[in-house]
């Protein structure tokens, strides 16, 4: 059963770049998609991007400009990089399974505060 | 971007009743509409992909209905682990896929 969990920093500074990685067991990264999507204290879900099994990448049009998504199949793990932060890009983030859409399994999430 | 609806914001019931949550849809997303349940703390959790299909280890007693734009989450004889918030989700048009604001499903 694939399982999986964010790491990385709990505390960013404005304007440096956030990094998460998410690191999958119980399964081969290879053959499925991924995604990142976060939460705002309190509000709702938002979908960050999505990287496939081919190894393109898909991104949120509000974030494009900031988001990286990658792959490193030799660690079974897969990341994010959002650049320039704010305090509205202050979190919890998850990393989840897509397929054909749906976000099937989900990290138990990580809490990202943009502060100084 | 299509935008999704959810209501009630707030839905107060006791256990064993049945609850029904509604999403709409700004535009058709056909039957592409998925719903998650979230515990406080806690990820959110696929119940429903496609419109209507269970996720794995789902109870019976969660179903999903509807196409186009209007959609429904029903809960029959509600538990005591079944209150928590509700999303519905779009995959019909990306990016971005978008998910509703949330409906909490409270005891009364």
């Known amino acids: 059963q694939v399982q999986l969990q964010e790491s990385g920093p709990g505390l960013v500074k404005p304007s440096e770049t956030l990094s998460l990685t998410c690191t999958v067991s119980?399964?081969?990264?290879?053959?499925?998609?991924w995604s990142w999507i976060r939460q705002p204290p309190g509000k709702h879900l938002e979908w960050v991007g999505n990287?496939?099994?081919?190894?393109?990448?898909e991104y949120n049009p509000s974030l494009k400009s900031r988001v990286t998504i990658s792959v490193d199949t030799s660690k079974n793990q897969f990341s994010l990089k959002l650049s320039s932060v704010t305090a509205a890009d202050t979190a919890v983030y998850y990393c989840?399974?897509?397929?054909?859409?749906?976000?099937?399994?989900w990290g138990q999430g990580t809490m990202v505060t943009v502060s100084s | 971007e299509i935008v999704l609806t959810q209501s009630p914001a707030t839905l107060s019931l006791s256990p064993g009743e049945r609850a029904t949550l509604s999403c709409r849809a700004s535009?058709?997303?056909?039957?592409?509409l998925a719903w998650y349940q979230q515990k406080p703390g806690q990820a959110p959790r696929l119940l429903i992909y496609?419109?209507?299909n269970r996720a794995t280890g789902i109870p019976a007693r969660f179903s999903g209905s509807g196409s186009g734009t209007d959609f429904t989450l029903t809960i029959n004889s509600l538990e005591p682990e079944d209150f928590a918030v509700y999303y519905c989700?779009?995959?019909?048009?990306?990016?971005?896929?978008?998910f509703g604001q949330g409906t909490k499903l409270e005891i009364k």
């Open positions: 989700q779009q995959h019909s048009s990306w990016p971005p896929y978008s």
């Open positions: 119980g399964g081969s990264i290879s053959s499925y998609s």
């Open positions: 496609d419109a209507s």
């Open positions: 535009q058709s997303v056909s039957s592409h």
């Open positions: 990287v496939y099994n081919s190894g393109s990448t």
């Open positions: 989840a399974n897509v397929t054909r859409g749906a976000f099937h399994i």
